[in-house]
């Protein structure tokens, strides 16, 4: 199925995140995760969200309006990265903080975790601090194209064990194309209400 996906609002301050009722579901992880290459595969346009190999690239929550479906995917900036000030830091976590807690139409988080990297700390903040607010959480495996199936299989486990209790994460790559399909079918499970 062709989407199409539009840049329907970018937010720099708290200020400027209106709650709304719209059905949404966001991208979170650390810096350089992979969470705009995510957006630019499922929406097959290679520029649509900026991209970096230098952590740090979205400094803004992007909000995308995808079609059919009628949700919005949210691209939030990353966590976790260290070179940035503290002062930068605090209003980026608060802002991440205030989106995930002051809106009424967030249906899951999709929590993107890099298959190569252990679970770190941050990625286990967050996913504690999503399961305390009773956010659902879409866990996806990023960069699967860099280890081979005995590799991805094992880290799938692992999140799995972490997050207990949720579906096992998708493994995903923007080089292969793996996981897209899994990854559609799991959004617009979340977001479409099914009555
Ligand atoms: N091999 C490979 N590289 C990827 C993949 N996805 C992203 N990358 C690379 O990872 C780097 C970071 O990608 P971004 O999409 O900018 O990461 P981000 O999570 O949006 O980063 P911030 O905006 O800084 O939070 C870029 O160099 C991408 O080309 C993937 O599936 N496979
Ligand atoms: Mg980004």
Not at 115 to 126: A, C, F, I
Request: glycine residues 8%; positive net charge; contains cysteine.
């Amino acid at each position: 199925m062709n989407r199409s996906f539009e840049l329907v609002k970018t937010a720099y301050e708290l200020s400027q995140l209106l709650p709304t009722a719209e059905p949404q579901v966001a991208l979170a992880g650390r810096s350089n995760v992979g969470k705009s290459s995510l957006i630019n595969c499922l929406a097959g346009r290679k520029a649509l969200a900026k991209i970096s190999s230098t952590p740090g690239k979205t400094q803004s929550v992007n909000f995308y309006q995808i079609n059919p479906g009628g949700y919005t995917l949210v691209d939030l900036p990353g966590y976790g990265y260290a070179r940035r000030s503290q002062a930068e830091r605090a209003k980026w976590g608060q802002l991440i903080e205030q989106f995930l807690t002051l809106s009424p139409g967030l249906k899951a988080v999709a929590v993107l975790i890099d298959v190569r990297v252990p679970p770190q700390k941050s990625d286990l903040e967050m996913v504690s601090w999503l399961r305390h607010a009773n956010i659902r959480i879409l866990p996806v495996l990023t960069k699967c194209d860099k280890m081979n199936q005995r590799e991805q299989s094992a880290r799938q486990r692992e999140w799995r064990d972490l997050i207990g209790g949720a579906a096992t994460p998708i493994c995903f790559s923007c080089v292969t194309g793996q996981g897209k399909d899994a990854l559609w079918s799991a959004l617009d499970s979340l977001a479409i209400p099914t009555d």
